[in-house]
Protein backbone atom coordinates (compact mmCIF):
# COMPACT_ATOMS: atom_id res chain seq x y z
CA UNK A 1 0.00 0.00 0.00
CA UNK A 2 1.60 3.40 -0.74
CA UNK A 3 1.07 6.86 0.20
CA UNK A 4 1.67 9.46 -1.42
CA UNK A 5 2.06 12.89 0.44
CA UNK A 6 2.39 16.56 -1.02
CA UNK A 7 3.79 18.83 1.28
CA UNK A 8 2.92 22.65 0.97
CA UNK A 9 5.66 25.01 1.82
CA UNK A 10 6.32 23.86 5.69
CA UNK A 11 6.58 25.84 8.28
CA UNK A 12 8.15 24.87 11.52
CA UNK A 13 4.60 23.53 13.39
CA UNK A 14 2.88 21.99 10.49
CA UNK A 15 6.17 20.35 9.50
CA UNK A 16 6.53 18.88 12.75
CA UNK A 17 2.33 18.03 12.86
CA UNK A 18 3.24 15.89 9.38
CA UNK A 19 5.83 13.98 10.61
CA UNK A 20 3.78 13.15 13.64
CA UNK A 21 0.40 12.34 11.55
CA UNK A 22 2.54 10.80 9.09
CA UNK A 23 4.32 8.17 11.42
CA UNK A 24 1.18 7.73 12.80
CA UNK A 25 -1.00 6.96 9.66
CA UNK A 26 2.51 4.41 8.29
CA UNK A 27 1.96 2.51 12.19
CA UNK A 28 -1.82 2.32 11.31
CA UNK A 29 -2.13 1.19 7.83
CA UNK A 30 0.81 -1.20 7.86
CA UNK A 31 1.87 0.64 4.70
CA UNK A 32 4.72 -1.26 2.99
CA UNK A 33 5.79 1.66 0.60
CA UNK A 34 5.63 5.70 1.17
CA UNK A 35 6.20 8.27 -1.23
CA UNK A 36 6.98 11.55 0.01
CA UNK A 37 6.21 14.38 -2.68
CA UNK A 38 8.82 17.39 -1.92
CA UNK A 39 8.20 19.27 -5.75
CA UNK A 40 6.16 22.28 -3.81
CA UNK A 41 9.08 22.88 -0.91
CA UNK A 42 11.45 25.72 -2.96
CA UNK A 43 13.58 26.58 0.30
CA UNK A 44 15.03 24.57 3.05
CA UNK A 45 16.29 25.96 6.60
CA UNK A 46 18.64 23.70 8.96
CA UNK A 47 15.16 22.79 11.15
CA UNK A 48 13.38 21.47 8.01
CA UNK A 49 16.33 19.49 6.73
CA UNK A 50 16.50 17.97 9.89
CA UNK A 51 12.54 17.28 10.01
CA UNK A 52 13.10 16.18 6.87
CA UNK A 53 15.59 13.56 7.23
CA UNK A 54 14.09 12.40 10.40
CA UNK A 55 11.16 11.69 8.50
CA UNK A 56 12.71 9.55 6.18
CA UNK A 57 14.39 8.05 8.13
CA UNK A 58 11.46 7.29 10.66
CA UNK A 59 9.44 5.88 7.81
CA UNK A 60 12.12 3.48 6.90
CA UNK A 61 12.36 2.30 10.63
CA UNK A 62 8.89 1.72 10.61
CA UNK A 63 9.55 -0.96 7.99
CA UNK A 64 8.22 0.89 4.90
CA UNK A 65 10.05 1.27 1.87
CA UNK A 66 10.33 4.96 1.39
CA UNK A 67 11.03 7.39 -1.55
CA UNK A 68 11.75 10.81 -1.97
CA UNK A 69 10.33 12.77 -4.84
CA UNK A 70 10.77 15.90 -6.49
CA UNK A 71 13.70 17.65 -4.39
CA UNK A 72 14.03 20.97 -6.16
CA UNK A 73 17.70 21.73 -7.18
CA UNK A 74 18.00 24.44 -4.13
CA UNK A 75 16.79 22.31 -1.49
CA UNK A 76 19.49 19.16 -2.71
CA UNK A 77 21.99 22.00 -2.09
CA UNK A 78 20.73 23.22 1.29
CA UNK A 79 20.72 19.48 2.24
CA UNK A 80 24.38 18.72 1.36
CA UNK A 81 25.70 21.95 2.97
CA UNK A 82 24.21 20.93 6.31
CA UNK A 83 25.49 17.43 5.74
CA UNK A 84 21.82 15.49 5.75
CA UNK A 85 22.27 12.94 3.57
CA UNK A 86 18.75 10.90 3.81
CA UNK A 87 20.23 7.78 4.89
CA UNK A 88 19.05 4.47 3.42
CA UNK A 89 16.15 6.49 1.75
CA UNK A 90 15.80 6.05 -2.13
CA UNK A 91 15.39 9.01 -3.86
CA UNK A 92 13.69 9.79 -7.36
CA UNK A 93 13.31 12.83 -9.79
CA UNK A 94 9.78 12.94 -9.91
CA UNK A 95 6.51 10.76 -8.80
CA UNK A 96 6.33 8.68 -11.37
CA UNK A 97 9.85 7.09 -11.07
CA UNK A 98 8.95 7.52 -7.63
CA UNK A 99 6.33 4.88 -7.83
CA UNK A 100 8.70 2.31 -10.71
CA UNK A 101 11.21 2.58 -7.74
CA UNK A 102 8.76 1.26 -5.24
CA UNK A 103 7.24 -1.16 -7.56
CA UNK A 104 10.99 -2.22 -8.42
CA UNK A 105 12.14 -2.99 -4.46
CA UNK A 106 9.07 -4.45 -4.03
CA UNK A 107 9.30 -7.14 -6.53
CA UNK A 108 12.65 -8.18 -5.36
CA UNK A 109 11.20 -8.46 -1.82
CA UNK B 1 34.01 59.34 -21.73
CA UNK B 2 35.19 58.74 -18.57
CA UNK B 3 35.86 55.74 -16.60
CA UNK B 4 33.04 54.96 -14.58
CA UNK B 5 31.24 55.23 -17.68
CA UNK B 6 33.07 53.29 -19.57
CA UNK B 7 33.33 50.47 -16.47
CA UNK B 8 29.46 50.43 -16.58
CA UNK B 9 29.44 50.31 -20.57
CA UNK B 10 31.97 47.25 -20.00
CA UNK B 11 30.15 45.37 -17.05
CA UNK B 12 27.29 43.66 -19.14
CA UNK B 13 29.76 42.02 -21.97
CA UNK B 14 32.08 40.95 -18.53
CA UNK B 15 29.12 39.33 -17.02
CA UNK B 16 28.44 37.83 -19.87
CA UNK B 17 32.13 36.50 -20.32
CA UNK B 18 31.80 35.20 -17.42
CA UNK B 19 28.92 33.66 -18.02
CA UNK B 20 30.52 31.70 -21.26
CA UNK B 21 33.56 30.78 -19.13
CA UNK B 22 31.26 29.29 -16.48
CA UNK B 23 29.19 27.18 -18.82
CA UNK B 24 32.66 26.04 -21.14
CA UNK B 25 34.13 25.13 -17.54
CA UNK B 26 31.20 22.85 -16.86
CA UNK B 27 30.05 21.28 -20.11
CA UNK B 28 26.98 18.36 -18.88
CA UNK B 29 26.53 16.89 -21.80
CA UNK B 30 23.92 14.08 -22.44
CA UNK B 31 25.51 11.69 -24.15
CA UNK B 32 22.30 9.13 -24.48
CA UNK B 33 18.86 9.00 -22.89
CA UNK B 34 18.96 9.46 -19.43
CA UNK B 35 22.87 9.27 -19.27
CA UNK B 36 24.43 12.54 -18.29
CA UNK B 37 28.49 13.03 -18.77
CA UNK B 38 30.74 15.87 -16.81
CA UNK B 39 34.52 15.69 -17.89
CA UNK B 40 36.31 18.32 -15.25
CA UNK B 41 39.24 20.15 -16.69
CA UNK B 42 41.43 21.84 -14.49
CA UNK B 43 41.39 22.83 -10.13
CA UNK B 44 37.97 22.35 -8.18
CA UNK B 45 37.79 24.89 -5.82
CA UNK B 46 34.47 25.81 -3.62
CA UNK B 47 33.19 28.27 -6.03
CA UNK B 48 33.85 26.15 -8.93
CA UNK B 49 32.00 23.32 -7.06
CA UNK B 50 28.94 25.83 -6.75
CA UNK B 51 28.45 26.34 -10.16
CA UNK B 52 28.90 22.75 -10.78
CA UNK B 53 26.55 21.65 -8.81
CA UNK B 54 23.75 24.40 -10.30
CA UNK B 55 24.72 23.52 -13.77
CA UNK B 56 24.25 19.01 -12.81
CA UNK B 57 21.24 19.56 -10.91
CA UNK B 58 19.50 21.84 -13.70
CA UNK B 59 20.56 19.59 -16.28
CA UNK B 60 19.26 16.49 -14.25
CA UNK B 61 15.88 18.32 -13.53
CA UNK B 62 15.83 19.14 -17.50
CA UNK B 63 16.61 16.27 -18.99
CA UNK B 64 15.38 13.76 -16.63
CA UNK B 65 18.43 11.86 -16.35
CA UNK B 66 19.46 9.05 -13.88
CA UNK B 67 23.13 8.74 -14.29
CA UNK B 68 25.99 11.35 -14.40
CA UNK B 69 29.33 10.23 -15.30
CA UNK B 70 31.92 12.72 -13.62
CA UNK B 71 35.29 12.47 -15.72
CA UNK B 72 38.22 13.80 -13.46
CA UNK B 73 40.75 12.72 -15.99
CA UNK B 74 41.42 16.37 -16.31
CA UNK B 75 41.98 17.12 -12.93
CA UNK B 76 45.38 17.68 -11.83
CA UNK B 77 45.06 17.26 -7.94
CA UNK B 78 42.94 15.22 -6.02
CA UNK B 79 43.40 15.78 -2.23
CA UNK B 80 40.96 15.91 0.44
CA UNK B 81 39.32 19.16 -0.64
CA UNK B 82 38.62 18.14 -3.69
CA UNK B 83 37.68 15.06 -2.65
CA UNK B 84 34.63 16.44 -0.55
CA UNK B 85 33.76 18.93 -3.50
CA UNK B 86 33.43 15.72 -5.75
CA UNK B 87 31.16 14.00 -2.69
CA UNK B 88 28.93 16.57 -2.75
CA UNK B 89 28.19 16.63 -6.00
CA UNK B 90 27.92 12.66 -5.86
CA UNK B 91 25.22 13.64 -2.91
CA UNK B 92 23.48 16.51 -4.76
CA UNK B 93 22.65 14.59 -7.78
CA UNK B 94 21.43 11.23 -5.82
CA UNK B 95 18.95 13.29 -3.82
CA UNK B 96 17.81 14.20 -7.61
CA UNK B 97 17.94 10.15 -8.21
CA UNK B 98 20.67 10.44 -9.91
CA UNK B 99 23.63 7.94 -9.54
CA UNK B 100 26.96 9.25 -9.84
CA UNK B 101 29.65 7.19 -11.52
CA UNK B 102 32.91 8.31 -11.13
CA UNK B 103 36.02 7.68 -13.81
CA UNK B 104 39.10 9.02 -14.90
CA UNK B 105 40.97 8.23 -11.79
CA UNK B 106 44.51 7.72 -12.32
CA UNK B 107 46.75 5.43 -10.08
CA UNK B 108 48.37 7.74 -8.65
CA UNK B 109 45.34 9.60 -7.79
CA UNK B 110 43.77 6.16 -6.50
CA UNK B 111 47.10 5.99 -4.05
CA UNK B 112 46.79 9.39 -2.97
CA UNK B 113 43.11 8.50 -1.78
CA UNK B 114 44.15 5.47 0.03
CA UNK B 115 46.75 7.49 1.74
CA UNK B 116 44.43 10.24 3.02
CA UNK B 117 42.38 7.63 4.04
CA UNK B 118 39.28 8.37 1.86
CA UNK B 119 37.36 5.49 0.23
CA UNK B 120 35.09 8.15 -1.58
CA UNK B 121 31.97 6.80 0.64
CA UNK B 122 30.84 3.85 -1.98
CA UNK B 123 30.76 5.70 -4.98
CA UNK B 124 31.38 3.87 -8.15
CA UNK B 125 34.08 4.07 -9.98
CA UNK B 126 35.54 3.21 -13.44
CA UNK B 127 39.45 4.04 -15.10
CA UNK B 128 37.54 5.70 -18.09
CA UNK B 129 34.86 7.91 -19.33
CA UNK B 130 34.14 4.54 -21.72
CA UNK B 131 34.31 1.49 -18.88
CA UNK B 132 31.78 4.78 -17.12
CA UNK B 133 29.87 4.42 -20.14
CA UNK B 134 29.30 0.82 -20.57
CA UNK B 135 28.30 0.50 -16.97
CA UNK B 136 25.53 3.44 -17.15
CA UNK B 137 24.19 1.02 -20.06
CA UNK B 138 24.15 -2.22 -17.69
CA UNK B 139 22.92 0.12 -14.86
CA UNK B 140 19.69 0.84 -17.19
CA UNK B 141 19.47 -2.62 -18.58
CA UNK B 142 20.86 -1.18 -22.02
CA UNK B 143 22.78 -3.46 -24.58
CA UNK B 144 24.65 -2.22 -27.49
CA UNK B 145 24.47 -5.13 -30.50
CA UNK B 146 26.22 -4.81 -33.48
CA UNK B 147 24.20 -4.36 -36.33
CA UNK B 148 24.27 -7.26 -39.24
CA UNK B 149 26.31 -7.02 -41.99
CA UNK B 150 23.71 -8.52 -44.26
CA UNK B 151 21.83 -5.63 -43.99
CA UNK B 152 18.96 -3.88 -41.54
CA UNK B 153 17.75 -6.41 -39.82
CA UNK B 154 14.18 -5.42 -38.17
CA UNK B 155 13.99 -5.12 -34.38
CA UNK B 156 17.52 -6.34 -33.59
CA UNK B 157 19.07 -3.31 -32.38
CA UNK B 158 18.86 -2.73 -28.32
CA UNK B 159 18.45 0.67 -27.76
Avoid: Y
Wanted: charged fraction near 20%.
Amino acid sequence: MLIATVMEELHDQDALVFQDELMHMLEKTDSQGVLIDLSVVETLDSFLGRLLNDIAVGARLLGARTVVVGIQPAVAVTLVELGLQLKGVRTALDVEKGMALLAQTSRRS
Amino acid sequence: MDRAESATRMQPSLDEQRKTISELQTPVIQVWDRILALPIVGSLDTARTQDMNEAVLDKIVQTGSEILILDITGVPVVDTAVAKHLLETVSAARLLGAEVLLVGLSTRTALTLVHLGLDLGGVTTRTTMAKGLQLAFERLGLRVVAADKKGPQPADEAL
